[in-house]
């Protein structure tokens, strides 16, 4: 994120676009052969979370982001120990890592999504979170698997199928955001000059 603000302040928009529009065209699928299939339940809520943790971030949504953590966070648990247990079967001692590969790939795939369409990304996500927040928690799996099911918007035609990967997962990048995002401090004015 902070190599696109860098790259977007020098070079401009169309310019960080195109860049990106490159690095897409050679990456790797977000799904990895022998990942358990994106129709899964687990899979499809922790895509939910990890698109709003980005919308949150991106749009300005912590708030909103901090109360789906809270409502739904023993099934959000769930479905994150059914996720690790279905990479475990699929990847055995490299489980882990091949999951937390896969989670960073949906977030840097969310964030590539923001620049294709910053707007359309925002209204998509405020409306998912206008939708889901007067869910019920019991209710949280039906709802994930009717949001798996829709059909995406135009700018994420590829999302479900073969999206962008383009950074390399490392251990500082697979960071998995468990809870609510904290606010950020308050911030002083800098001393007047006299």
């Known amino acids: 994120m902070q190599f696109t603000r860098q790259l977007t302040r020098h070079v401009g928009r ?3 676009t195109t860049v990106f529009a490159i690095a897409i065209s050679a990456s790797v699928p ?7 299939p994106l129709s899964h339940p687990a899979v499809a809520a922790k895509k939910l979370q990890t ?16 109360e789906f953590v809270r409502r739904f966070e023993p099934q959000i648990a769930s479905e994150g120990n059914t996720l690790k ?3 475990r079967q699929a990847h055995g001692n490299n489980g882990t890592t091949a999951l937390n590969a896969a989670v960073t ?9 923001t620049m294709a369409d910053p707007t359309g990304f925002c209204v998509e996500h405020g409306r998912i979170f206008d939708d889901v927040l007067v869910v019920k928690p019991q209710e949280f799996s ?3 698997s009717a949001v798996k099911d829709r059909p995406a918007p135009a700018n994420q035609g590829i999302a479900a199928v073969a999206a962008p990967a383009p950074v390399v997962a490392t251990p500082a990048s697979t960071a998995v955001v468990r809870g609510p995002i904290p606010a950020e401090p308050a911030r002083k004015a800098p001393p007047k000059k006299q």
């Open 30 to 36: 977000t799904w990895a052969a022998g990942d358990p």
């Open 14 to 16: 169309a310019a960080a």
């Open 105 to 113: 790939r949906m977030a840097n795939e969310a964030s590539v999504r």
């Open 51 to 66: 698109d709003l943790m980005v919308a949150a971030l991106y749009c300005n949504e912590k708030q909103r982001y901090n």
């Open 142 to 144: 039906s709802y994930v």
């Open 85 to 87: 247990q279905l990479f």
